[in-house]
């Protein structure tokens, strides 16, 4: 009788599953973007000019430029893919809403910028100014001044943990609790200047790139890497680790950007630029965007196929120096900052087409953007719980065996009766001491 019913569950179960499956995909009926190429023809040699010509008009208003005077630009999109924000070396500042054109913000520090970063929402960002850490708020107004962050190269936020990492000159790293303001811990990295750093968007990891060639990666409960690797010869330029947490890409004076598995901690794939790769991004759905120079080059499944199989689609911005790439979340948009502005191009099958409301809306409201803070910050990780392998977390301790309990029981109890001894000797000799120095005072 128990194995028919447990039979009869579990084809309940089977069938439950499989129209939960119907259900989802039904509820995702949004196709992602392709870009297909004639017989005769490679997709790489398709410019933005054609792409924006065989597009339909909503799609053509994404692409754009900006042509502005205080670069290089370095850009960033919320995690809805609704707002832009464009940091200038200069000291320019602007909040976008890139879909219709309307500037919130806009404004100038009067002094250089080395990197803006979103923080949980779109109300704040961190700003790396010349000599101090800035928060503003979309309003344009300084909400504080982190004087204990000096000369910050880089800055990442982790929205689940509420964690803001920066790394300095000198190569100290911070973390600073954004939802209590305090400073979770200081590390020394010990390897001089720094000015590359990621996160691992699925473990929190922080990742740096060193003058030696090393990546080193970081938890905040630990002072010391807890991986170091060789991947170049020469200073590390960029790095990125993908949505899934299992592939890192990095890039060097070498001329070489390498793709590894951090997993293993093995090279998958080499491939060589005639410059030094300035920046890299991975899309959504597994693009990699890669700029040297005035290049940009975007392949499709880098992980798995070689240099000229994998890649995709290529452009050129004539005089001028990339600076920084960034795809946008839900959008088929490679975001291009450089000395001149910024760019944003149509790299169809970038984006995730089906998005879940419960993680980021793209069409978020007011009274939902403020009941998802509350709610995040209700479920707040703490830093401590920072892993290599989240997956860890979810494991169960093993009972052990009957009899490696006993021996470890015992091995317990032995060690416990000799601090307890150890302490009864010195509270005893305490004690004489005590009697004879009362004894002496007494005679005297």
Same mark, same amino acid.
């Given at each position: ?66 042509q502005l005077k205080h670069g290089p630009y ?21 909040? +976008?809403?890139? !879909?219709?054109?309307?500037? %919130?913000? /806009? *404004? ?7 990197? @803006? &970063? ?14 101090y850490l800035h928060i503003y708020d979309n ?6 001044? +982190?004087?204990? !962050?000096?000369?910050?190269? %880089?800055? /990442? *936020? ?7 990492? @920066? &790394? ?277």
């Amino acid at each position: 009788m128990h194995q028919i019913r447990n039979t009869i569950i579990k084809k309940h179960e089977n069938r439950s599953s499989k129209s939960k499956a119907a259900a989802a995909s039904l509820l995702q009926s949004e196709e992602a973007g392709y870009l297909k190429a004639d017989d005769l023809e490679e997709t790489y040699k398709i410019k933005q000019s054609t792409i924006v010509q065989k597009v339909d008009l909503a799609s053509r208003t994404k692409s754009f430029s900006l042509q502005l005077k205080h670069g290089p630009y370095t850009l960033d999109y919320d995690k809805n893919g609704r707002f832009l924000l464009l940091g200038g070396k200069k000291g320019h500042l602007t909040v +976008l809403e890139w !879909h219709t054109k309307n500037v %919130k913000t /806009e *404004f100038h520090t009067q002094e250089e910028i080395r990197d @803006s &970063i979103w923080l949980h929402n779109e109300t704040l960002f961190a700003v790396a100014q010349k000599k101090y850490l800035h928060i503003y708020d979309n309003n344009g107004l300084e909400i504080h001044r +982190l004087k204990n !962050h000096l000369f910050i190269n %880089k800055i /990442e *936020f982790m929205p689940y943990h509420f964690l803001l990492a @920066s &790394i300095n000159q000198n190569g100290v790293l911070r973390y600073l609790d954004t939802s209590t303001g305090k400073l979770i811990t200081s590390v020394r990295t010990k390897r001089g200047n720094c000015d590359c750093m990621c996160q691992n968007p699925n473990s929190g990891i922080v990742n740096l790139g060193h003058q030696n060639g090393t990546v080193t990666l970081w938890k905040p409960s630990i002072s010391e890497p807890i991986v170091e690797m060789l991947c170049h010869k020469g200073p590390v330029r960029a790095i990125v680790v993908d949505g899934s947490g299992r592939f890192i890409a990095t890039s060097g004076l070498d001329g070489r950007m390498k793709i590894w598995d951090i997993r293993t901690y093995k090279v998958l794939q080499t491939y060589y630029t005639p410059k030094p790769i300035s920046s890299i991004a991975i899309s959504h759905r597994g693009l990699l965007a890669a700029s040297f120079g005035p290049n940009v080059q975007i392949r499709k499944n880098p992980f798995t196929l070689n240099e000229e199989q994998s890649l995709f689609m290529s452009e050129t911005l004539p005089s001028t120096e990339i600076e920084n790439l960034k795809f946008c979340p839900y959008e088929d948009i490679l975001g291009i900052g450089h000395e001149r502005g910024i760019h944003s191009f149509i790299i169809p099958g970038a984006g995730e087409p089906n998005f879940d409301a419960l993680a980021s809306n793209p069409f978020q409201t007011k009274k939902q953007r403020q009941e998802t803070e509350v709610k995040s910050l209700l479920e707040k990780i703490q830093p401590e719980l920072i892993t290599l392998d989240p997956k860890s977390l979810l494991s169960i301790r093993k009972k052990m065996p009957f009899g490696e309990r006993v021996k470890k029981g015992k091995s317990n109890l032995k060690s416990e009766l000799k601090n307890r001894n150890l302490k009864m000797k010195y509270f005893l000799g305490k004690g004489r001491n005590l009697e004879v120095q009362q004894n002496d005072e007494n005679t005297v």
